[in-house]
């Protein structure tokens, strides 16, 4: 699990494998009992590295802190960022994890302790299947994610890991800019 202060709270990641069935029913019962904490789970395939993941995340926080945000949730909110688009019903299309398949848990929240309660109730609610979070970024991989987000690769060659993540940051952090 990842875990992180930011935007006075705390977040965390870990990789979770999504039971056979409704995962949002699950992600539903972590919310209903944790209500100080946002809960989301994303497919992981969707997702570069950690600082694409907690870097979306600051920028949703600070549109909920400074007024701007486009959702009342902050975990509804972050998978607007994440896409690129201003259609909830895509965004969640996009990035929602496949059942039998490997998804992002991600909770925030201003008590650190709630935040890792949250992940706790997911091997309750979910089963034990929480993992180590690694992303593991080899060529075919940055070209799959570099043709989903609809980067542009430099020249004939493809975007470095760092190259990618500079613009999938980027393009969270414009998205507010884009969809006033």
């Not at 991600?106 to 935040?115: G, L, P, Q, Y």
């Not at 109730?121 to 991989?141: C, Q």
């Amino acid at each position: 699990m990842l875990l992180r202060e930011m935007a006075g709270g705390w977040a965390a990641a870990t990789l979770v494998s999504v039971p056979e069935g409704d995962y949002f029913s699950t992600v539903q019962r972590i919310r209903d009992e944790m209500k100080s904490a946002y809960v989301q789970a994303i497919d992981s395939d969707c997702v570069l590295n950690a600082d694409h993941l907690f870097l979306a995340l600051q920028n949703v926080v600070s549109a909920h802190i400074h007024g701007y945000n486009k959702m009342n949730r902050v975990d509804s909110e972050l998978l607007l960022v994440i896409a690129g688009v201003n259609n909830f019903e895509v965004a969640v299309k996009k990035l929602a994890p496949r059942a039998g398949g490997k998804a992002i848990l991600i909770s925030f929240s201003d008590r650190k302790e709630d935040v890792l309660r949250s992940m706790e109730l997911f091997g309750k609610y979910g089963g034990p299947t929480v993992e180590e979070l690694e992303f593991r970024n080899n060529s075919s991989r940055l070209v799959k994610l570099s043709s989903f987000y609809e980067v542009p690769r430099r020249g004939s060659g493809q975007l470095s890991e760092d190259e990618l993540t500079r613009a999938l940051v980027e393009r969270s952090a414009v998205f507010y800019a884009k969809y006033r």
